[in-house]
């Protein structure tokens, strides 16, 4: 197993990763013996992956940092960095190599004070690694001081410093970043190949994976989730319930509370997952005896990590109630498909009664209007409308038609 295999349906892209890091390993073996450098590499010190949701921009990105830190000896006979076995490979696909600094979106922006250390360090000769690598996994995310900051670190980078960006499309990067780095265009895996995928990794019987990989279109995570997870199989057949639901106002407000309620739930559950945990190791960070006070002058550290973890806890809410809402899309393209008369890929076979039945209720122009309306509440949603107020606008909008 090598660390491209994760990579579903994205073979070119493996490809042209693979091509770098050999010259990559050509670049620093070079270094270490005395050698001039190769006068033609395809490596770079700043990558850009972009690609729908789902097909695996973040996982491609650590795939190559992974390969980037590669020490397995089977290198030097020629063969691939990147053999999923060593110790470079396998502490940077989990996300604790020493050299590879990863960075994510915790609440709806990257903050230029969580920027401010990766910057730092990208300066910094590797510790232990054969590169100081850096993976902004939200780069849509960056605010304007956040993205001014990754600027100046990629303009003027570090001789063994990569920067590894993911991002939606190419048009979510500021013109200035993304004109300094290589760019790779994941595409949306067929559903066969996801099928195939949860079959061989997953152990999932073949009938379930298909319909778990027909039913998120490709979406790699999602599809895993849907085929593993028995509470998220719920979550979604109550969202697909919902259209039937919407006789009357009273039953569109309480679906919208209902939504909500069931995003705030994930919200919640995350929380009890990780806030404690970090809360603890932070008092003992700070030298805070068990169940005792903490030192003087460090509640500003304490305050800094609850507002981190309320912003987590509210961008958790909204990427649970995104889901719904793709679920929700996903239904009434379907039913849109069956008015103007093609039952071809149709994605929620399990629910083809009540696509059937709001087809024959409808009108194709019914149904666009409808999917606007889901596009509208996720507008809303990340100009941060209370998710409240926005779902229950949308879901009046569905009843209306």
């Known amino acids: 197993m090598t660390v491209w295999d994760d990579l579903v349906g994205q073979e070119r892209v493996s490809e042209v990763l693979t091509a770098a890091a050999r010259d990559a390993d050509a670049l620093v073996t070079a270094a270490a013996a005395g050698r001039p450098q190769p006068e033609t590499s395809k490596m770079t010190h700043a990558w850009l992956f972009t690609g729908p949701p789902g097909a695996g921009r973040n996982q491609a990105a650590r795939a190559f940092a992974a390969a980037l830190q590669c020490v397995s000896p089977d290198r030097a006979l020629g063969g691939v960095p990147g053999c999923g076995f060593c110790d470079g490979c396998h502490t940077a696909l989990i996300g604790t190599h020493a050299d590879v600094a990863s960075v994510a979106a915790v609440g709806a922006e990257i903050l230029v004070k969580d920027m401010r250390d990766t910057v730092r360090k990208s300066y910094t000769a590797p510790a232990t690694g054969r590169w100081q690598i850096i993976l902004v996994e939200d780069a ?97 057949a109550a969202v697909l319930k919902l259209p039937l639901r919407l006789d009357e106002i009273g039953a569109c407000l309480k679906a919208a509370q209902e939504l909500v ?55 958790t809410q ?57 596009a509208a509440c996720r507008d809303a949603l990340d100009r941060n409308v209370a998710p409240l107020l926005a779902v229950e606008a949308m879901t009046m909008a569905l009843r209306a038609g």
């Open 261 to 315: 309620d069931a995003a705030a739930e994930d919200a919640k559950q995350l929380a009890e997952e990780t806030d404690g945990k970090e809360t603890e190791e932070l008092k003992a960070a700070l030298g805070a005896a068990e169940g005792g006070r903490l030192p003087r002058g460090t509640a500003g550290v304490m305050k800094d990590l609850e507002d981190m973890q309320k912003r987590r806890r509210t961008r």
């Open 318 to 374: 909204r990427d649970s109630l995104h889901v719904a809402l793709t679920d929700l899309t996903g239904f009434y393209r379907d039913v849109l498909a069956l008015q103007l008369g093609s039952r071809v890929a149709i994605a929620n076979g399990d629910a083809e009664d009540a696509l059937e039945r709001l087809a024959r209720a409808g009108s194709p122009e019914a149904t666009l209007r409808r999917i606007e309306a889901i």
């Open 140 to 236: 849509e995310r960056l605010n304007e001081k956040s993205a001014n900051a990754v600027l100046k670190a990629v303009e003027e980078p570090a001789p063994r410093t990569v920067w590894l960006l993911c991002a939606p499309s190419i048009e979510d990067v500021l013109p200035t970043i993304r004109s300094r780095c290589r760019h790779l265009n994941l595409v949306t895996p067929s559903v066969s190949a996801v099928a195939d995928m949860l079959v061989r990794r997953d152990g999932v019987e073949p009938e379930a994976a298909a319909a778990a990989a027909r039913a998120t279109q490709g979406h790699v995570d999602r599809a895993r989730r849907l085929a593993t997870d028995p509470s998220a199989r719920a979550r979604r």
